[in-house]
């Protein structure tokens, strides 16, 4: 299942940038009943000159991305997914950052926190945009039916697309119902909260989903049309995979943060290097293991890797809805 290459991101080299590029470029996994994403013309960089201008910019003068990056290289994906969104949104023309992670309280009880609030320059009304990034591999056999989003789980085994969605339509995308929300809003922007300033919710949820190698299983409910897809199979079946693949395929073991964009393909190893790092990895009990796959003739491939006893947990289906 090959990856197609993003337009305007190969231009990019430095880390950071490329993965601010993949974040604009990159569809989300699924189309929920809110809002998407904020388009590319809505931040101000909906010509392709402009963008790759924009970028440019950025690989020459990249202290202000790593400044809001800071620590986050060494702490969770979703925590440098959220700076990624933070820098975009006050860095991009057509956007002003109001606030970030604005913890919302009912006493000493914190209820919840709104991701981010953005509006555009010169308008009233205001954001509210959660984001969340996810990458989940697909069950052929698991709960529910074949396109459930309970069969699409976290390479740790600790989350579902199913949990995940649900949390994000019952509880975080209407924090700003609640007359709590209205209140905190009410502090930070110094005037009425109420029907006077109209709250606009808005979802971002990039990743990838990956399909079973050899076993057929159909998108889960809601999924994009043009989500991003890679493969899963065992350590066991690495040989014959590998003996299907091009001579002069090269590879890369992606590293944490940087499981958006792929690697340029100068920093990509040959397969014998690759596989022998593989062995290595699963000679004892061993976590997931992200890869990518590049042959001039074949494109990007994504995979998953994972240990032959994998998957050790699968979190159960959400509560329905009452």
């Not at 110094?190 to 606009?200: E, F, H, Q």
Request: net charge neutral; proline share 11%.
């Amino acid at each position: 299942m090959p990856t197609a290459p993003l337009p305007l991101l190969e231009r990019c080299h430095h880390p950071l940038v490329r993965d601010l590029a993949w974040l604009l470029l990159a569809p989300d996994l699924v189309t929920m009943p809110w809002p998407g994403r904020p388009s590319r013309a809505a931040l101000g960089l909906g010509d392709d000159a402009r963008l790759a201008e924009w970028l440019d910019d950025l690989e020459a003068w990249p202290e202000g991305l790593e400044a809001r990056i800071g620590d986050t290289l060494q702490g969770r994906m979703g925590l440098y997914h959220e700076r990624l969104w933070q820098f975009l949104l006050d860095a991009a023309p057509g956007t002003e950052l109001l606030a970030h992670n604005l913890r919302i309280l009912r006493g000493k009880q914190t209820l919840g926190e709104l991701d981010l609030l953005y509006r555009h320059p010169g308008q009233p009304e205001v954001t509210h945009l959660e984001v969340a990034i996810k990458y989940y591999l697909g069950l052929a056999e698991g709960p529910g039916a074949p396109d459930d989003q309970a069969r699409w789980i976290g390479p740790g085994g600790a989350d579902s697309l199913a949990g995940k969605r649900e949390h994000l339509h019952r509880h975080q995308l209407r924090l700003t119902e609640r007359p709590e929300t209205r209140d905190a809003l009410q502090a930070l922007l110094g005037r009425c909260a109420d029907g006077a300033l109209p709250v606009t919710r808005r979802l971002a949820m990039p990743g990838v989903l990956f399909y079973p190698w050899h076993a057929r299983l159909p998108p889960p409910r809601e999924a994009h049309p043009a989500h991003l897809r890679g493969h899963w199979f065992p350590w066991r079946e690495w040989r014959r995979y590998r003996h299907g693949l091009a001579a002069g395929c090269r590879g890369a073991r992606l590293i944490k943060p940087h499981w958006l964009a792929l690697p340029r393909p100068e920093r990509l190893l040959p397969l014998s290097e690759l596989e022998a790092q593989l062995a290595e990895h699963f000679r004892a009990p061993a976590s997931p293991v992200q890869l990518a796959l590049w042959h001039a003739e074949m494109g990007w491939r994504r995979l998953f890797v994972v240990a032959d006893d994998w998957p050790r947990q699968i979190p159960l289906p959400p509560t329905p809805a009452p």
